[in-house]
C-alpha cells in the first residue's frame, strides 16, 4: 500500500480503507424552470461514480484510502487518476486499461434531484481483474453501485467482498440501486440477499430500499437485520438520516441547506461515516457491531454535515475537513 498511509505522529501505520468500485464521467443536464423544451440544455461532464465518490470524500476528510479500480488510459481515465491523487487517494490498486471510461447522463430537475442513464458496454470498470489480497493495515472495504451489477467485474467484487470478510474486516456496501442497468432485478435481489450476513454497514436510500424490497422474494430492513446485516443506515433526503440495529433506531436530522443538486449525496453520507468510524478508533467489524445509539447518532448528523455541503454545489464535491469540525 501506499507510504503515504502512515500515522503522521509516528507511531506506526494507520488504519486503510479500500474502496472497490467504478469511477466514471458524470455528463450533467440541468433542465431550468420555464425552459424551452424544444432546445437542449449545455451538457457539463463532471467526475463521478459511487465508488470513486466515497474515496474521494474519505480522502478529502483525512483517512487513509485506496481505491481499487480499473481506469482508462483515455482523457477521462487520466483525469480520474490525477483527482484521485489530488484527493489524497491511494491508487496503488488501480489497474489501467485501454477501453473507454463509462458515462452517465445525469439529467438535474428543478428540485435538485438527479436521474440517470448510462453508457457502459466494453467500458474499462466493468473488466476489472482479480486485485489479490489487500495489505494487512487495510482494516474497511467498502463497494457499491455499478460494479456489484456488471459484470465480469461485479463477480471479481464479489470474490473480494468474501475474502474481506473471511479476513473479518469491516464490510460496507452501498447498492445504490440504478435499475436502468439491472437487466434481472429479482436476481440481483437474490444476490443481494446473499451479500447481507457479511455486511457490517449497509447504507441504502430509502428508494433503495423500496425497490429492494419490491419483487416475488420481497424483503425487508427487519429481515436484513435478521439475515445478518450489522447495521441498516437510510438516507431520507431533507429529512435525515436513519439508522437500524437489531437493539434500537434513530433519526438524525439533515441539515438545513439550499440544495443546487444531489450529485454525490449518498456518497458523501457513506463517506462520512466511514471517516467517522476512522476517527473514532471504530473502524473493525465487531467495533461497529457493538455502537450504542449515542454513537450512531453522532455518526449519522456528521455525515448529515458532509453530505449538506456536497449537495449545495454543483456536482459530486465534498468538503475538505478544513470545511467542517471535527467529528
Known amino acids: 500500500m501506499a507510504d503515504w498511509a502512515r500515522d503522521t505522529h509516528g507511531i506506526g501505520p494507520m488504519r486503510e480503507i479500500v474502496v472497490c468500485g467504478e469511477a466514471l464521467v458524470d455528463v450533467v443536464s440541468t433542465t431550468a424552470p420555464g425552459a424551452d423544451p424544444s432546445r437542449l440544455p449545455p451538457l457539463q461532464p463532471a467526475l463521478g461514480g ?3 465518490n466515497v474515496a474521494i470524500t474519505l480522502g478529502r476528510l483525512g483517512s487513509a484510502v485506496s481505491f481499487c479500480s480499473a481506469v482508462s488510459t483515455d482523457t477521462y481515465g487520466d483525469a480520474i ?3 484521485l491523487a489530488a484527493g489524497g487517494v ?3 490498486l488501480v489497474q489501467r486499461r485501454a477501453e473507454p471510461t463509462s458515462l452517465a447522463l445525469a439529467t438535474i430537475g428543478s428540485d435538485g434531484a438527479a436521474h440517470y442513464s448510462f453508457y457502459v458496454e466494453g467500458t474499462a470498470d466493468r473488466l476489472v481483474s482479480e486485485p489479490g489480497d489487500f495489505a494487512s493495515t487495510v482494516s474497511a472495504v467498502c463497494f457499491g453501485t455499478l460494479s456489484m451489477v456488471l459484470e465480469p467485474g461485479a463477480s471479481v467484487y464479489e470474490r473480494v467482498m468474501r475474502r474481506a470478510h473471511d479476513a473479518g474486516r469491516l464490510i460496507a456496501l452501498d447498492p445504490n440501486i440504478r435499475s436502468a442497468v ?4 429479482d436476481f440481483y435481489r437474490r444476490r443481494f440477499l446473499d451479500w447481507i450476513p457479511m455486511i457490517d454497514v449497509l447504507k441504502l436510500s430509502d428508494e433503495d430500499v423500496d425497490w429492494l424490497g419490491a419483487g416475488a422474494d420481497g424483503s425487508s430492513v427487519d429481515d436484513w437485520l435478521h439475515e445478518g446485516a450489522g447495521v441498516v443506515v437510510i438516507t431520507h433526503g431533507g429529512d435525515g438520516i436513519s439508522v437500524r440495529t437489531s437493539e434500537f433506531s434513530i433519526l438524525a ?3 438545513v441547506t439550499d440544495v443546487v443538486d444531489t450529485i454525490g449525496a449518498g456518497d458523501s453520507v457513506l463517506g462520512g461515516l466511514l471517516h467517522f468510524f476512522d476517527d473514532s478508533g471504530a473502524l473493525t467489524a465487531s467495533a461497529i457491531r457493538s455502537q450504542d445509539a449515542d454513537f450512531w447518532t453522532r455518526a449519522a448528523e456528521y455525515a448529515a454535515r458532509v453530505a449538506a455541503v456536497t449537495v449545495s454545489r454543483p ?10 469540525t471535527r467529528p
Not at 439491472?182 to 432485478?185: E, N, Q, S, T, V
Open 50 to 52: 459511487g465508488p470513486f
Open 81 to 83: 487518476m490525477a483527482a
Open 90 to 92: 491511494g491508487t496503488t
Open 182 to 185: 439491472i437487466d434481472d432485478p
Open 253 to 255: 436530522q439533515a441539515p
Open 315 to 324: 456536482g459530486a464535491d465534498p468538503p475538505w475537513s478544513s470545511e467542517l
